[in-house]
C-alpha cells in the first residue's frame, strides 16, 4: 500500500466512524477535505453522499452518489451507488427513479442480492397498484413487505450452520458420476464447472412434499396463514413478475455421509459418489442481507460496507454463489415457532393492501393471486428449510439461493439434458485441504474408478489435498 493509498485509508475509516456516530455535519467536512486531495475519489463522494442523506440533503445526497458511480469502473461499487441513490429516490416517493435504479443496481452486480429483492418487491408493489394515488398508503405496502422479507431473512439466519457448532466437522454431497467429471474437468480449456456444485431451481424437485412442511402444518387445528397463499397446486411455487421468472436454487448436503440410507436416496442406489468437504471450506456468512428501503440509517449502516471494502482494497467476492450452508429443519416446535414469527408480518401485508384497495380480504379481486405470488417467493428463502420429522436422521444442509431470469449475465446456466435444466453454481471450493471423494458400495470397477479420479485429481492439482477411498458399506 502506498503512502497516499495509507492517507486515504485514514480518511476513510475517520469518516466511517463519524458516520456510524451520527456526526453528520463533521463527516461531510471531512470529506470536503479528503476530496481537495482526491478529486472525484468514489469512497469519499460515496461517504459524503450517505452522510448528506442522512443529514436530510436528499438532492446533496443524490448529486454525489451521481459523481460517484461516474467516478469508478468497477461494477459492484457503481451497484453500491445506484442501490443507495434508489432508497433515497424511494424515500422522496419518486419511485420510477428508484426502480431505475434498484434495476441499475441488479444489472451491474447480479450477485447484489439487496438490489434484486428492492427491484422485485418495488416492481411487483407497482404491479398491483400501477398508479397509486394514495403515495403514503403506497409506501406503507411497500414497507409490509420489506418487513416480510426482514423477517424471512432473520429466520433464515437461525438455520445458519454455524462454524462454533462443535456438531459438526465437515459434509457430504452425493452425486453420480457425469457430474462428478464436470467437478474435475480433464479438458482444462473448459474449466468453469470445476471444484464446484450447482444448485437447480426447484421446480425440479421430485418429491411432491418439498416445502410444504410450513404451509401445511395446522396443530390443533389452528389457522395457518400459509395455507390460503399456498393454496393452488403448484408444488414448488413458480413465481411470475413482470415476465421474468425469480425463483430459489438449491443444493442439498447432509452431516452424514457414508451410511446405507443415504447411499439408496441420494447416491444413485450405491452406483454413485459422495464428496467429503471438511469444515475448513466454509466461511459460513448470511448471502442476503437485510433490506431498508428509503430510510436513513440503514441506508448509512449498509452503505458502509461498500465503503470500507474498497478502502480496504477488498473486491467483492467473484460472481457465484458462496457456499453458505443451512441447516434443515424437523420438528413441530420449530415450524411452529416460525410460523408464529410470520403471522403478524403477514396480516400487516395483507392489510396494508386491503387499505389500498378498499377490498376486504381481497375476495374476487385480481389483485389476489398477484398478491399471493408475491407473498410465496419471499417466504421461498425459507421454505424448502423444512422437512417431516421422519427425514431427520439425514441431518441435510442447504445451500440455496435466489435468481431472477435476466437477459444480463446473472450467474444462470443451461444443463446438457434434453429440455436442458436452469442451474446456477457456487464458488470453486470443492476438493481442498481435507476432502476425500467416497466410491459407492455398488460401482462394480472400484479399480478403476479410483485411478480415474486420482488422474482428475492430479490434472486440476488436488491429488494432495483430496483422497479417494470406497464406501464401507456392504450393499445387498
Known amino acids: 500500500m502506498t503512502e497516499q493509498q495509507k492517507t486515504a485509508l485514514q480518511f476513510a475509516n475517520q469518516a466511517a466512524a463519524l458516520l456510524k456516530e451520527n456526526k453528520y455535519e463533521p463527516a461531510i467536512r471531512l470529506c470536503d477535505d479528503a476530496l481537495t486531495y482526491y478529486p472525484n475519489d468514489f469512497l469519499f463522494l460515496f461517504v459524503r453522499g450517505l452522510a448528506k442523506s442522512s443529514h436530510g440533503d436528499s438532492q446533496g445526497a443524490i448529486d454525489d452518489l451521481t459523481e460517484a458511480s461516474s467516478c469508478t469502473k468497477d461494477n459492484t461499487s457503481k451497484s453500491d451507488s445506484f442501490l443507495t441513490r434508489g432508497e433515497i429516490y424511494f424515500r422522496l416517493s419518486d419511485y420510477e427513479k428508484a426502480e431505475h435504479d434498484y434495476q441499475e443496481a441488479e444489472r451491474l452486480d447480479p450477485f447484489n442480492n439487496e438490489a434484486r429483492y428492492a427491484k422485485f418487491i418495488l416492481s411487483a408493489a407497482k404491479e398491483l397498484f400501477p398508479a397509486p394515488k394514495n403515495k403514503g398508503g403506497f409506501s406503507a405496502f411497500v414497507h409490509s413487505l420489506e418487513n416480510l422479507l426482514n423477517t424471512v431473512l432473520k429466520i433464515k439466519e437461525k438455520h445458519l450452520l454455524r462454524i462454533d457448532d462443535d456438531s459438526w466437522t465437515e459434509v457430504a454431497h452425493f452425486t453420480k458420476y457425469e457430474a462428478l467429471k464436470s467437478m474435475l474437468p480433464v479438458d482444462q480449456a473448459k474449466p468453469s464447472e470445476r471444484n464446484c456444485l450447482r444448485l437447480y431451481n426447484i421446480i425440479y424437485m421430485n418429491d411432491p412434499l418439498e416445502g410444504r412442511r410450513l404451509i401445511e402444518y395446522d396443530k390443533n387445528k389452528k389457522m395457518n396463514l400459509l395455507s390460503d397463499t399456498f393454496q393452488t397446486d403448484d408444488a414448488h411455487h413458480k413465481i411470475h413478475s413482470l415476465g421474468k421468472e425469480l425463483g430459489v436454487y438449491i443444493s442439498s448436503l447432509t452431516l452424514r455421509s457414508d451410511k446405507l440410507y443415504l447411499w439408496r436416496a441420494y447416491g444413485n442406489d450405491g452406483n454413485g459418489y459422495c464428496i467429503i468437504t471438511p469444515k475448513s ?67 400487516d401485508v395483507k392489510k396494508q393492501c386491503e387499505q389500498l384497495t378498499g377490498t376486504i380480504g381481497l375476495r374476487g379481486d385480481d389483485r389476489r393471486d398477484s398478491l399471493h405470488a408475491l407473498i410465496k417467493v419471499i417466504l421461498s428463502e425459507i421454505t424448502f428449510l423444512y422437512k417431516h420429522s421422519e427425514y431427520a436422521e439425514e441431518q441435510e444442509v442447504r445451500i440455496i439461493h435466489p435468481f431472477a431470469f435476466s437477459k444480463e449475465e446473472n450467474g444462470l446456466h443451461l444443463d446438457e439434458q434434453v429440455p436442458s435444466r436452469i442451474y446456477a453454481k457456487t464458488a470453486p471450493f470443492l476438493f481442498k485441504e481435507g476432502s476425500r471423494i467416497i466410491i459407492g458400495p455398488k460401482v462394480k470397477e472400484k479399480v478403476e474408478a479410483e485411478h480415474e479420479l486420482k488422474y482428475r485429481l492430479a490434472k486440476n492439482g488436488f491429488l494432495e489435498t483430496a483422497k479417494v477411498i470406497n464406501s464401507e458399506i456392504r450393499y445387498r
Open 281 to 347: 471450506g466454509f466461511k459460513q456468512e448470511l448471502t442476503t442481507p437485510m433490506l431498508g428501503l428509503g430510510r436513513g440509517n440503514e441506508t448509512k449502516e449498509r452503505g458502509l460496507a461498500p465503503l470500507m471494502r474498497q478502502a480496504l482494497g477488498i473486491p467483492r467476492a467473484d460472481h457465484e454463489v458462496p457456499p453458505t450452508l443451512y441447516k434443515v429443519f424437523y420438528e413441530d416446535n420449530d415450524v411452529q415457532k416460525t410460523l408464529e414469527a410470520l403471522t403478524e408480518p403477514l396480516k
